[in-house]
T-cell receptor, first 115, second 109 residues
Framework: EPEVTQTPSHQVTQMGQEVILRCVPISNHLYFYWYRQILGQKVEFLVSFYNNEISEKSEIFDDQFSVERPDGSNFTLKIRSTKLEDSAMYFC?????????????FGDGTRLSIL | LAKTTQPISMDSYEGQEVNITCSHNNIATNDYITWYQQFPSQGPRFIIQGYKTKVTNEVASLFIPADRKSSTLSLPRVSLSDTAVYYCLVGDNFNKFYFGSGTKLNVKP
């Protein structure tokens, strides 16, 4: 069964450094998403992406964050200058169609630790 | 905004049926309701999705009343491996998806 894959599984970065989290969505999916989950808290929406542009973003997704689909398979989340509070699990998801028509399928996440 | 509310935790015993309810008062007309299961250090796993009335698959049933302001996930005959956090997901008109706070289900032997 096709699945969403994320790399790396764990990323440790110094505060202020840039970090790029990578995702390979399911191949025939068209909609892509990033979420984060701070330890012990609920999953929070960051951004949705369709047709090479951001469809929607949450208040968390400020100017320090960016997303890109650099080729036909990868979907990346970049944090420009990391802060301690960016430490969290980051999940990528993809779906065949947006807004609830098809379920989103999630990867197993990247644990980001900011020192 | 279609935010959701769920019980924080539930306990059950192996073999019992478990029902978890989610409230979503501001659900949009075209939104679907989706439930996910999450184990520690893993991403959410899709369980079931519905729009109204009842949906059933091989692992669960989903009951949605006519006003769609709530939904109930039903897990028949739970086992120890069903111990996890369960989330309901509803999309709103602005393409933002809100997870509920999650219900931690603890299945005891």
């Amino acid at each position: 069964e096709p699945e969403v894959t994320q790399t790396p599984s764990h990323q440790v970065t110094q505060m202020g450094q840039e970090v790029i989290l990578r995702c390979v969505p399911i191949s025939n999916h068209l909609y892509f998403y990033w979420y984060r989950q701070i330890l012990g808290q609920k999953v929070e929406f960051l951004v949705s992406f369709y047709n090479n542009e951001i469809s929607e973003k949450s208040e968390i997704f400020d100017d320090q964050f960016s997303v890109e689909r650099p080729d036909g398979s990868n979907f990346t989340l970049k944090i420009r200058s990391t802060k301690l509070e960016d430490s969290a699990m980051y999940f990528c998801a993809s779906s065949g169609a947006g807004i609830g028509n098809q379920p989103q399928h999630f990867g197993d996440g990247t644990r980001l630790s900011i020192l | 905004l279609a935010k959701t509310t769920q019980p924080i935790s539930m306990d059950s015993y192996e073999g019992q049926e478990v029902n978890i309810t989610c409230s979503h008062n501001n659900i949009a007309t075209n939104d679907y309701i989706t439930w996910y299961q999450q184990f520690p250090s893993q991403g959410p796993r899709f369980i079931i999705q519905g729009y109204k009335t009842k949906v059933t698959n091989e692992v669960a049933s989903l009951f949605i009343p006519a006003d769609r302001k709530s939904s109930t996930l039903s897990l028949p005959r739970v086992s120890l491996s069903d111990t996890a956090v369960y989330y309901c997901l509803v999309g709103d008109n602005f393409n933002k998806f809100y997870f509920g706070s999650g219900t931690k289900l603890n299945v005891k032997p």
